[in-house]
Nanobody, 118 residues
Framework: QVQLVESGGGLVQAGGSLRLSCAAS????????MAWYRQVAGKGREQVAT???????NYADSVKGRFTISRDNAKGTVYLQMNDLKPEDTAVYYC????????????WGKGTLVTVSS
């Protein structure tokens, strides 16, 4: 199994930057896609960015040009660099890992809070 732990959240002013980290442990060799999601209280989780083992990335339209997802497979860590933060980026950010194959499982971290003030 895989365990994911997020860190790096905090309070930042609009226009500022934060870098989130997701440390993976366990059977990390089985993980293909890593992703960042975010959730505001009372709403569903929104996919923010994904990255494959090979480095292919995708982003939600709302964060394109501002956020960058990256992955260090040797360290078992995924990052989300967030620049030009806006108040609407305020949310709990979650890390997700998906195993290879159609039978693969999904693993979730417990989240880290990002608050952007205006």
């Amino acid at each position: 199994q895989v365990q994911l732990v997020e860190s790096g959240g905090g309070l930042v002013q609009a226009g500022g930057s934060l870098r989130l980290s997701c440390a993976a442990s366990g059977s990390i060799f089985s993980i293909n896609v890593m992703a960042w999601y975010r959730q505001v209280a009372g709403k569903g989780r929104e996919q923010v960015a994904t990255v494959t083992t090979g480095g292919r990335t995708n982003y939600a339209d709302s964060v394109k040009g501002r956020f960058t997802i990256s992955r260090d497979n040797a360290k078992g860590t995924v990052y989300l660099q967030m620049n030009d933060l806006k108040p609407e980026d305020t949310a709990v950010y979650y890390c997700k890992g998906s195993e290879f194959g159609t039978k693969g499982m999904d693993y979730w971290g417990k989240g880290t809070l990002v608050t952007v003030s205006s």
